[in-house]
């Protein structure tokens, strides 16, 4: 399983972001709207792990099927979260296979998201309902990860290392209980 090395800045500028990484050299390689479904098991087993499996239209034809199991935030502002991603062809059959081997659908939730290159860096400027913009840096390690960060002029103080979820309930938002989250 491979591990996946991320952090967050939250409530940025989006405009002041995509200038800072286009001076820096940075490639947009993505502007699109994502739709994703997530599933756990009817006891919510994967929840309480802090688990899901994902189906997610990138927004560019490419659908992705994922198993990921997100670390605990921590006071780094750092995570690594356990991942099994591959793509499939069809989301709707994929939506089906869930529900037929005893899955649930927990959400439908819609995303906007530039994602920018730069070297062995990756950065998403995400948008979700009602939360402000944020942005993720991914990277091989959390020494690049920090290195990006850096890059945009924050520090590691800044950084926020719980997903979107502790985004909602961090802004009093009862996400949970919503089966769609849409723009």
Known sequence: M???FETRVLNIDREAIKKKLEALGAK???DVLMKRITFDYPDRRLDAERAF????????????LAYKKNARPTATGL?????IEF??????????FFLAIGLEMKQFIETKRLEYHLG?????????PMLPPFVEVEGPS???????????GFAQA??????????????????????????
Do not use: C, H, P
């Open 79 to 83: 995570t690594d979260t356990d991942e």
């Open 53 to 64: 499996i994902r189906v997610r239209d990138n927004g560019t034809g490419v659908i992705e």
């Open 142 to 152: 959390a020494e690049r990860v920090m290195d990006g960060i850096r890059m945009l």
């Open 2 to 4: 491979a591990k996946e």
């Open 120 to 128: 062995d860096l990756r950065f998403d400027i995400d948008e979700w």
């Open 158 to 183: 800044q950084t926020y290392s719980g997903d979107a979820g502790n985004m909602y309930d961090d802004a009093g938002v009862d996400w949970k209980g919503m089966r769609e989250i849409k723009f």
């Open 28 to 30: 947009l390689v993505k």
């Open 87 to 96: 793509e499939i062809s069809d989301m709707e059959a994929a939506r089906q």
